[in-house]
């Protein structure tokens, strides 16, 4: 029997077209633990992709029962069977055991490269030559592009969608130089965009100025509720920030773009 994937609010997702997904958990540094969805197309894989989701990074990957669940969802876990059915190796990493949550400032440590760097050496194990891509959405955008800095010869490419820039806390990508990456580099952004720190003006700036390739979006919906204590529901996983009802195309275009087929630089469907 195959493993199934819970995703809150959307019900049990079926891999069944697919290798039985695995929970993978591994030591990454004294004492820390560093756990990941693996799941494999059915076939060799072309490449690896990593995931990085955004906000805390937490998607309490766990099985029960034969089922393989998360605790929220948002693009990164709306899209697996999408990337896998491409042809793609998936890895959606959760936090670490030593953190509550991977806060713009954990993304940007030398720990957090010594963990991802862990999971591609255990994805290596089994694919040896296999190119490792990294994709990360609004905080996972300060993951991937800090991660592929130090670790250049070990990823291919990365994929910034919805990147965060700054907040009243934090400072994410701006001012980040892209020019220190080596390696090949892809942006998407929603020209709906609502969320203040992710604006769609700033990354179409920064991807002229760096001449990097920016997919832009229109078209899907919002679902948004404001709750309690929260400001800004825009940067929520029911909004153009996490592309809700349009993640097909988007994954559809990321997708030859990793895997260097023409692809198209406006979506809308």
Not at 99 to 117: A, N, P, W, Y
Request: glycine share 8%; charged share 20%; proline share 4%.
């Amino acid at each position: 029997m195959w493993a199934r994937i819970g995703l809150t609010l959307i019900g049990l997702i079926s891999f069944s077209a697919f290798a039985n997904p695995q929970v993978v958990t591994i030591e990454t540094r004294e004492g820390v633990k560093q756990t990941f969805l693996l799941v494999s197309p059915s076939g060799p894989p072309k490449v690896a992709l990593i995931m990085f989701p955004g906000g805390s990074g937490r998607v309490n990957i766990r099985s029960k029962e034969g089922e393989i669940l998360f605790s929220k969802n948002a693009f990164m876990q709306r899209t697996i069977d999408q990337f896998v059915a491409n042809g793609m190796l998936v890895a959606l990493v959760d936090t670490p055991s030593d953190q509550q949550d991977l806060s713009v400032q954990f993304r940007k440590t030398e720990d957090h490269v010594r963990d991802i760097e862990g999971v591609v050496s255990n994805i290596r194990q089994g694919h040896r030559d296999i190119p490792v891509y990294l994709i990360g959405i609004s905080r996972g955008g300060v993951s991937v592009a800090y991660i592929a800095k130090r670790l250049e010869g070990k990823v291919a490419g990365i994929v910034s969608m919805s990147g965060h820039l700054a907040d009243r806390n934090s400072v994410g990508l701006s001012g980040f130089d892209y020019r220190a990456l080596k390696q090949r580099i892809l942006m998407v952004s929603h020209k709906n965009e609502g969320c203040p720190h992710t604006r769609y003006s700033d990354w179409l700036d920064v991807a002229k100025k760096y001449h990097i390739p920016l997919i832009s979006v229109t078209g899907g919906y919002q679902q948004l509720e404001k709750s309690a204590g929260d400001r800004f529901p825009e940067c929520r996983s029911w909004a153009h920030h996490n592309f809700l009802g349009i993640e097909r195309p988007v994954s559809a275009e990321i997708s030859n773009w990793i895997l260097q087929k023409p692809f198209r630089t406006e979506v809308n469907e």
